[in-house]
């Protein structure tokens, strides 16, 4: 398949508003595709050359690439730059131009050069990365260029996630979204989007529906419920355990000891490989007496003098790609394992709550360095044994409890009732935190019109639709300074027009409106129910809205579709009338 077919496909679906039809025509791509290209093609669709996990990392900024482009169309670099800003858009600028091209690459050609400037590094580095791009843009027709540029500057923004590839590939291959539930499975166990492509073209839906574990490739972690009281957990799940909530990084630990050289991994909520942070911990758990290992657990920085855990914006310190020697050093962390999923060779997906976690301890039993622990874990008969324990944590200064059923298997990537989070209250009635996504801003007035922004726009994520829909304008909770980083923030992912993975009411309309990238954390007093959002609106039901949000920090942990759900917010709404 040449590349030009891919391009071209990707600027229809860039035209079309309609998320089916947009699905429609990935599908149909996808099914001229050998499993190879629908690897790469499922890949680069959301920006990316490499799944999360590995990262994708191309060093080339947005100036150097005006002077590639300027380069490219025979134009001068300001000319260029202008014209860039007057679109809004690096790419647009390339699709306008006119070169003569002497053969069309393939999809293969493509990545594979691209995979070559990707690697480029040491002296002169930035010099040959150049050279390559633009003989690689040379080789491309205009439309094919731009969608290259975009991937380069991680700018690409097709206006869809991995679920609507989920449902492209059930309609590639079944013509209808039924095989949704086995292909999302099969993702969840093995979080390479591409990686699934392939093994569905190559062996069909029967290869996802026993797709295996594969340790180096992170499972996408399971998520717990929310319930407003100790009350409500009891009548919700009867005896059960509970483990302290810890405020840190949460982690999924793989261990690899089959070859010559250990591998160890620790891959973060949002599947990006934050190994190279925690020479402390992988020394640590390098002493684990197993061939090969995924477990789960939480990332704490500790005061070794006093033995108290520190707040989480001390914790987030170690989440650095310079001077990581020194941190362990001044931060040191602990990691409390809360769960086991695999064990040399063998699943434990499917083993109950309570077996996973005899095997846990049985692995931890004399083990020699505390700064890998099990966490602890009480078992809880009644609402009031919950409440006290419950009580005795937040006096120790930690989050609260995440509730367990005994009897409960693991299930990547679901949300369920199996696990339930029991949080402090703190002002407000509103239990709980809400992850938000920003997807606009608002010019500011008085002395925020020096800043540029005065209130932003937020929303949460609708899983089956695929979308983003506003639930609350915040312009409370900042500092000066926090203002002016938010600008900054949102100024680099800003876009010229609504994303199309956007809904809202002309009446909110930003003036400035941002791509679905940064996740906030958001406190309001209550949830209540809205004719102006967006979120859970339905012809016979009116949106949800926050009651007056307050802006409280970043969820750096967390992707645009890891934030809070439509549906749990339908949960939270309803939890207010059960306290």
Known sequence: MIFKEVAHTFDQMEATSGRLAMTQLLANLLRQASPTEAS?????????????????????????????????????????????????????????GTWETQKELTVHQVYTAL????????????????????????????????????????????????MTIIDALSWMEAGNKSL???????????????????????????????????????ILPAAAERLPAAKAIIEKIGDCVAQPKLDGFRLQIHIDKTGFQPKIHFFSRNLQDMSFMFPDITQAVAKLDVELFIGE?????????????????????RKRKHGIEQAASELPLRVFLFDILYLNGHSLLAKTQAERRQKLLAL???????RVQVIEEKKIHTAKELEDYFNQNIASGLEG?????????????????????????????????????????????GKRAGFGIGAFLVGVYHKTEDRFETVAKIGTGLTDIEWIELKVRCDKYSVKEK?????????????VWVSPEIVCLVRADEITMSPVHAAGKTSEHLGYALRFPRFMGYREDKTATEATTVAEVAHLYKDQFVR
């Open 40 to 96: 790469i093609i499922c890949t680069i669709s959301l920006g990316q050359l490499n799944p999360p996990y590995i990262g994708t990392q191309f060093a080339i900024a947005e100036k150097n690439m005006l002077k590639i482009v300027a380069d490219l169309l025979g134009e001068s670099e300001e000319s260029a730059s202008a014209e860039a800003k007057k679109v809004g858009d690096v790419g647009l600028v390339v699709q306008v």
């Open 180 to 218: 949704r539930p086995v292909i999302e499975d099969a993702y969840n166990m093995c979080a390479d989007i591409g990686l699934i492509a392939r093994t569905l073209k190559e062996q069909g839906i029967e290869a996802l529906e026993h797709m295996h574990i594969k340790v180096g490739v992170p």
């Open 364 to 370: 931890f039993k004399n083990f020699p360095d505390d």
């Open 401 to 445: 409890l995440v509730v367990k059923k005994e009897d409960s298997i693991y299930q990547p990537g679901k949300r369920n009732f199996n696990w339930i989070k029991l949080k402090r209250q703190e002002e407000g009635h509103l239990e709980d935190t809400i992850d938000c996504v920003v997807l606009g801003y608002y010019a500011g007035e």
């Open 297 to 317: 657990g939480e990332a704490i920085v500790y005061d070794p003098h006093t033995g108290t855990f520190l707040p989480f914006q001390e914790t987030v310190k």
């Open 499 to 511: 994303p199309k993975n956007v809904v809202c009411v002309k009446d909110l309309t930003p003036d």
């Open 115 to 162: 995979h070559e400037i990707e690697q480029v590094s040491g002296t002169g580095s930035q010099e040959e990365r150049a050279k390559l791009l633009g003989s690689l843009l040379k080789a491309l027709d205009p439309i094919s260029a731009k969608f290259v540029v975009r991937i380069v500057l991680g700018k690409l923004r097709l206006g869809f996630s991995d």
